[in-house]
């Protein structure tokens, strides 16, 4: 009996939060949701020109196999750009309110979640404007990718948000990481015109594998169980180490901030 | 054990000093050698304090500035925790440490009322079945769909007052939060404290400055000063002592 009202309070606390968050988050702005929209697809132009146009990647669908791999990344930097800041940016409620702040960030990473699913219907339109059919695996892969997308971006929170409470230097080093792991996971390039004995800089790159699963679910309509068990690896790994940091260290969070 | 609601047994609780690394890396280097000790140096705040507040008290928490009134209180939320020592607390704890703490400033009244009553642990169900007497008792009245951000602090800090003391609190920790409010609104604050004296189901923890409201609304009182328990008793002899030490000073 008790368990279930808890549980029940813990479906309610994620909830409020999220409400909180989503009609926080583009407040006052006219534009509002469409910018998690626009936001990709002005990147996706601006690749189109330099990489598609001055460079001339010779690439059927670029627009499409952009689109399916930038949709996913601005749902993953998004998440894991807001680490660092993920407790320190709500000193009151660290401070003064006593629940599991642990909630903060997964719900930060649910709305960048939902944003993302928001885009999905504008990437199938794109897809089919271009003569493409989306796959019917789709139906499955989607959720599947999202959850393991999920795990590795809230373990990366909890971990990066944890530890940046005592080290600020932190949020600067992201950021350059993050502006690597970009250029070295196959966005704006595919997987196969990078020369195999590169390849394993590819799997060592965390975020690399579950792009590669975005882009094969969303444009080749398949899953690519290979990079997929690297994936559900890194999420893993991410999950354990942001967890047990978090534990470790969350009774300093109210003394340090 | 089951009629004491909070427990303190030798609790310490020290915090961290700044000198060090948050100062940046050059100030870290610079200072390497003395930055590495005062690492470790921590201010202790609070020294081996027990004491044990007994379910359905109306207790007080009085001292100077910075003795570590609020640490307790932060103690007893769980907000914090002790470097030493073992606290217990039975009951669900409402704390109220800083006026309109978790309030979203853009969001409306009636919306930070769920909000903040699910962030002190009641079901949003729960929340809903209190939402219309707690904005009646705030009396914020038309202005409960209005974004918070444009109520006036008096407006802030009545309905952060409602949402705790409406939403049936078992363990209520108040700091200093009863100086605000109109004369009338302060009354109906009074009014409830008293309504708590004498449930046994509410027990109440209140910091404040204002030894008034301890002789009016308390059964006891904890002075704290230098680190630890100076005091505890009936309100009347604790506030007293610690009138006649301070105040002769003057």
């Not at chain 2, 379910?55 to 925790?81: C, D, P, Q, W, Y």
Request: proline share 5%; aromatic share 12%.
């Amino acid at each position: 009996m008790i368990n279930r009202k808890r549980l029940e309070w813990y479906r309610d606390l994620l909830l409020v939060l999220l409400r909180k968050d989503l009609s926080v988050r583009y407040h006052g702005s006219v534009l509002g949701y469409l910018w998690s929209l626009l936001n990709p697809l002005a990147q996706t132009g601006i690749y189109l020109i330099v990489f598609g146009h001055y460079m001339r990647f010779n690439m059927p669908h670029y627009t499409i196999v952009l689109l399916s791999a930038l949709f996913p990344w601005q749902w993953i930097s998004n998440s894991i750009m807001h680490g660092p800041v993920c407790f320190i940016a709500n000193p009151t409620l660290i401070k003064k309110v006593a629940f599991p702040k642990a909630a903060i960030p997964l719900v930060a990473n649910i709305q960048d979640m939902i944003h993302f699913f928001i885009s999905i219907p504008v990437y199938f339109a794109f897809m089919i404007t271009d003569g493409i059919c989306p796959g019917i695996s789709s139906i499955w892969s989607i959720p599947l990718l999202s959850f393991v997308t999920l795990a590795t971006v809230y373990g990366l929170n909890l971990l990066i948000g944890s530890v940046n409470i005592f080290f600020k230097d932190l949020g600067h080093i992201v950021g350059i990481i993050m502006n690597a792991l970009f250029f070295g996971s196959p966005i704006i390039y595919t997987l196969d015109i990078v020369p195999v004995q590169f390849h394993i800089f590819i799997k060592m790159n965390p975020l690399a594998p579950i792009i590669i699963c975005w882009r094969s679910a969303l444009f080749n309509g398949a899953m690519a169980w290979d990079y997929f068990g690297y994936a559900v690896l890194y999420a893993s790994f991410f999950m354990l180490m942001g967890i047990v940091t978090y534990s470790k260290v969350k009774w300093k969070f109210a003394e340090a901030m | 054990m089951s009629d004491i609601a909070i427990s303190f047994s030798s609790v310490t609780k020290t915090y961290p000093s700044y000198h060090g690394f948050s100062g940046g890396i050059k100030n870290f280097l610079f200072r390497l050698p003395s930055s590495l000790r005062e690492g470790r140096n921590r201010y202790t705040v609070l020294k081996d304090v027990s004491f044990e507040v007994k379910k359905g008290e109306n207790f007080a928490i009085i001292g100077r500035n910075g003795v570590g009134k609020s640490t307790l209180l932060g103690l007893m939320a769980g907000v914090l925790k002790p470097n030493r020592g073992n606290i217990q607390v039975n009951g669900r704890v409402s704390p109220l440490l800083q006026l309109g703490a978790g309030f979203h400033p853009n969001l409306s009244g009636r919306r930070n009322i769920v909000l903040n009553g699910v962030l002190l642990g009641l079901t949003k169900r729960e929340v809903l079945r209190y939402l219309d007497s707690i904005i009646e008792f705030s009396e914020i009245g038309e202005y409960i769909d209005q974004p918070v951000r444009t109520y006036s602090s008096g407006m802030y800090a009545k309905l952060g007052f409602s949402i705790v003391t409406i939403l049936k609190p078992e363990v209520l920790l108040l700091d200093e939060v009863l100086a605000v409010g109109d004369i009338r609104f302060r009354d109906k604050c009074y009014a409830v404290m008293e309504g708590y004296r004498n449930s046994p189901d509410v027990t109440m923890i209140l910091v404040t400055h204002s030894l008034a409201t301890v002789l009016k609304s308390c059964d006891r009182a904890l002075w704290i000063d230098d680190k630890t328990v100076k005091m505890i008793g009936d309100p009347n002899d604790v506030v007293d002592m610690y009138r006649e030490k301070y105040e002769q000073k003057k």
